[in-house]
């Protein structure tokens, strides 16, 4: 009986964290493109923080999805603190959505949910709809878990040693509901997930195994734990990430202290709402939601305060160590769309350090002398597009290991390509600088007509990088298609220039190891710029 009871119980709850873990990440592909949108449209107004940070956690369902993000957003400095603060808060409202989607007496639709979404699933291939199907499938699943978990607790209520070890979780003193609080914090910290404990905690109200004291005292409790997600996603995070993190713990630590201060008089004013009695899943699901109205609506005047506070508690950063060129690594637990957006603005970021360095071989073509104040300088852009395509490497590697639809597969390997491309360009840039300043330091002149074939390589592979670069920007078709005509013109003046430069073989050995080595260089650059195009282009 008690191994039955065990693997029945176990059995619900893993479907039901997996069906809120099918409908959570099903959601943040439907939702993914409309958060940037929303979260763009973020001022310093706290009302409107809060706002959208109920609307974040009611379309992903999930506030540890909210705030985690929160806390990566102010990592990146994408988010100032204060901001961070009311999309929190937000969260906090948003959440308790999940506890009356709990409360819905449609357990025995669970199975027959999932049957027909499985069907439909197994026979449509189009990855949109397939994800939409998914979300009713995890619902199907939280629903189906609850029930096993529900039938699994019946026979507990009539078996002495259970009815004696609930008894222990009674709130018939400060003590106790101290204790009961406690142990819902714990519980959650445990499986990461409020929304599980409060599923556990409705089905052990409704199997008469708890009181509703105590199901408001552990919901209360899962308040505190919920926050340990987003305590974690800060570990090594900037100050300011940090500091939204304790903000999270913070706040709800301030609700849960002055609703035990007056837990009585909470539980009566609890009653004005709901009749406890004869709708104890309900009660307690409103119990959640009127917890986290009231937290927000007494904090949200304290907003300001309780930044002070939390700059005064976590000290600003002292820059040590290395330093991170790319805001990709705090976005490493938010959504796949919004990494995948950001790494592009990390990409665009290269192509303009790209830029920078070829604007200084160009004056060194121009005025020679100026290669010892350059020659370093694009070295350094060099290094610089190293450190950018390990982080972005890093970061969209991981990000492959998740489940994401086509579109968003395809958006990520057309920006790894053009990231590995950008960096190669570099160092052939990189290159040729070193190249010319091996020619001035042993007082090599390169002749006019040599000098004429750099400038037109020069400023025809430049003008096809800038184009290319645009079109990634853009996604413009044409730019790469008049891109292809491009290309060619530079390969014709390479041809030419190397044809002319053995019409007079009369030349300095290095002379003649270095113009060649430079136009090579500008070749290669121009054939990984056609790689990008291919790529575009399908060819």
């Not at 907003?303 to 005064?312: I, T």
């Not at 790209?354 to 020679?368: G, H, I, R, T, W």
């Not at 040599?450 to 003008?463: C, D, G, N, P, V």
Request: charged content about 20%.
């Amino acid at each position: 009986m008690y191994l039955k009871i065990i693997f029945e119980l176990i059995g619900g709850l893993g479907m039901f964290l997996f069906g809120m873990e099918l409908m959570s990440s099903g959601m943040q592909k439907i939702a993914g493109p409309r958060l940037k949108k929303i979260l763009s449209t973020l001022t310093n107004n706290r009302i409107l923080g809060i706002i959208v940070g109920i609307l974040i956690t009611a379309l992903v369902q999930s506030s540890s999805v909210s705030t985690v993000m929160a806390v990566g957003f102010v990592n990146a400095s994408l988010l100032t603190l204060k901001q961070a603060l009311g999309i929190i808060l937000g969260a906090n409202i948003g959440t308790t959505i999940t506890g009356w989607l709990l409360v819905l007496n449609i357990g025995k639709y669970g199975l027959p949910i999932v049957g027909v979404g499985a069907i439909l699933y197994m026979f449509n291939k189009t990855e949109k709809v397939r994800t939409k199907i998914s979300v009713i499938m995890g619902f199907g699943f939280i629903f189906l878990g609850l029930q096993l978990m529900s039938s699994s607790l019946s026979p507990i209520r009539e078996m002495p040693f259970f009815i004696e070890l609930f008894q222990k979780f009674k709130v018939d003193s400060y003590i106790g509901l101290i204790k009961v609080t406690l142990v819902g914090a714990l519980l959650t910290a445990i499986v990461q997930s409020s929304a599980a404990t409060l599923g556990i905690t409705i089905t052990l109200a409704l199997q008469g195994l708890i009181d509703y004291e105590t199901a408001v005292a552990l919901v209360l409790g899962e308040n505190i734990g919920t926050t340990i997600t987003a305590f974690l996603a800060s570990i090594g995070a900037k100050a300011n990430a940090k500091r939204a993190a304790y903000a999270h713990t913070l706040i709800n630590i301030i609700g849960v202290i002055w609703v035990t201060s007056i837990f009585k008089y909470y539980l009566q004013f609890l009653d004005i709402f709901i009749d406890s009695k004869n709708h104890i899943g309900a009660a307690i699901a409103a119990a959640h939601t009127i917890f986290n109205i009231s937290n927000v609506i007494i904090l949200t005047p304290f907003v300001g305060y309780l930044d002070k506070v939390l700059q005064k508690i976590v000290k600003d950063d002292i820059e040590q160590g290395e330093t991170r060129v790319t805001r990709l690594n705090s976005l490493m637990m938010t959504l796949p769309s919004l990494i995948i957006d950001q790494t592009k603005i990390e990409i665009i970021t290269m192509s303009r350090l790209l830029q920078d360095a070829f604007s200084k071989v160009e004056e060194v073509l121009d005025v020679p002398e100026k290669i010892s104040t350059y020659v370093e300088e694009v070295s350094n852009i060099e290094d610089r597009l190293d450190l950018y395509e390990k982080e972005i490497y890093d970061t969209n590697f991981s990000l492959l290991n998740k489940s994401l639809d086509n579109n968003l597969i395809e958006e990520t390997r057309i920006n790894l390509l053009t990231c590995d491309e950008y960096e190669t360009m570099g160092d052939y840039l990189n290159r040729i600088a070193n190249r010319l300043n091996m020619l001035y330091e042993n007082s090599i002149d390169i002749d006019e007509n040599r000098k004429k074939y750099l400038h037109i390589l020069h400023k025809e592979t430049l003008s096809l990088f800038v184009d290319i670069t645009k079109g990634y920007e853009t996604k413009e078709r044409e730019l790469f298609a008049s891109g292809i005509k491009k290309y060619s013109h530079v390969k014709s003046v390479y041809k030419e220039a190397k044809r002319e430069h053995f019409v007079n073989s009369d030349i300095h050995s290095r002379l003649n190891t270095g113009y060649l080595d430079v136009i090579n260089y500008y070749r290669r650059i121009a054939d990984h710029i056609y790689n990008i195009i291919e790529n575009f282009m399908k060819i």
